[in-house]
């Protein structure tokens, strides 16, 4: 099954700052990746998300990139704000001929900004 | 508020009794999915509906474990002769059918004592 690796566990940027989070993944057949931010007490919420078919996708802020080839993909928020401060999960998705379609999920960065 | 909505948000039960959540997708979606999520790390995938019919399950969801989505509408989840380490936040998601992004609940947290 799929593996997602998620990079670093924990981050502190001071507010203004960029935040970068990688992940990797271990199969190929993987075509769409979200991310999704959790506050505490909260599901997550998706915040972004890119497909196989796209190496960069920008909204506002945030903006993802992908690396289909090194199965990696990444996160970066600019101009960071201490409303960003949560934990961030990255996810990957593979759909099977039978329409199965599963999240795996990485573990999780810690973001923190300091105002 | 048209998100997905799961019931109750806390549950704290003694071990060996049986534990019941709900969860309400967002009206159109088709899909449905649990998850579980322990402290410090990701959702962890246990099975998911495509309207009525469970589709896929986790070999995460043991025998005591059922899920339900009777008339394709809302979800159950059933913990039977719950154990301690079935203490974890159980998150529920929805999409619509061949669109990919799912949104979660609040989750309930559940605590075995």
């Known amino acids: 099954g799929e593996n997602v690796e998620q990079h670093p566990s924990t981050l502190s940027v001071q507010e203004g700052d960029s935040a970068v989070i990688k992940c990797t993944y271990s199969d190929s057949a993987s075509n769409y990746f979200p991310w999704y931010k959790q506050e505490l007490g909260k599901g997550p919420q998706l915040i972004i998300d890119?497909?196989?078919?796209?190496g960069e996708k920008k909204d506002q802020r945030i903006a993802v990139t992908l690396n289909k080839t090194a199965k990696h993909f990444s996160l970066h928020i600019t101009e960071t704000q201490p409303e960003d401060s949560a934990v961030y999960f990255c996810a990957a998705v593979t759909f099977s001929g039978a329409g199965s379609y599963q999240l795996t999920f990485g573990k999780g960065t810690k973001l923190s900004v300091i105002p | 508020d048209t998100g997905v909505s799961q019931n109750p948000r806390h549950k704290i039960t003694k071990r060996g009794q049986n534990v019941t959540f709900r969860c309400d997708p967002i009206s159109e979606h088709n899909r449905l999915y649990w998850y579980r999520q322990t402290l410090g790390q990701g959702p962890e995938f246990l099975t998911y509906f495509q309207n009525e019919a469970q589709l896929e399950k986790s070999r995460l969801l043991s025998d005591r474990f059922s899920a339900e989505r009777p008339k394709g509408s809302f979800s159950t989840l059933e913990i039977q002769r719950t154990e301690q380490g079935d203490s974890a936040m159980y998150l529920c998601?929805?999409?619509?059918?061949?669109?990919?992004?799912?949104?979660f609940g609040q989750g309930t947290r559940l605590t075995v004592v």
């Open positions: 890119i497909r196989s078919n796209v």
């Open positions: 998601a929805s999409s619509l059918y061949q669109n990919t992004e799912a949104f």
